[in-house]
């Protein structure tokens, strides 16, 4: 074997050995785009927190429930987030009855497929496509 030959079948070797590794990258850590939808639902249940805690907020000052969102945004509670971040749809709020109410938000994938633990886990727990969440209000300590 020549050294011209014994280069090449070397250069195969680490050009295989390369893609191998890209490949088994990219199957243990997941697709770039597969990554971002997970992104976006931990977002989206972090807005959700958000907001109920805004709604708290409100409770505690108000001894009632917002109307809507729109009440909420007048009243001085911090930064929300009231879109999706993906579509910009406005997440739903909604009155149930005089202390419960329920946040809703569309996801891309269940939380239990994830495998690794994301913020909220737990209550946060939501399905494939649209969930809502019935809450009622915390009162906060002043």
Avoid at 77 to 104: I, K
Wanted: positive net charge; contains cysteine.
């Amino acid at each position: 074997m020549t050294a011209a030959s014994r280069d090449r079948v070397a250069a195969g070797i680490v050009s295989a050995a390369v893609v191998a590794a890209a490949a088994a990258g990219i199957y243990l850590l997941r697709s770039p785009s597969e990554e971002r939808t997970l992104r976006l639902d931990e977002r989206r249940v972090a807005d959700l927190v958000a907001l109920s805690a805004a709604v708290d907020v409100y409770w505690t000052r108000h001894q009632r429930l917002p109307a809507s969102l729109d009440e909420l945004r007048s009243e001085p509670v911090g930064r929300l987030n009231l879109n999706d971040p993906a579509s910009s749809s406005t997440y739903e709020y909604r009155r149930l009855a005089d202390r419960s109410y329920e946040v809703c938000a569309t996801f891309e994938r269940d939380s239990s497929a994830r495998e690794r633990p994301a913020f909220g886990d737990g209550v946060w727990a939501h399905r494939l496509g649209r969930q809502c969440f019935p809450r009622e209000p915390r009162a906060l300590e002043k």
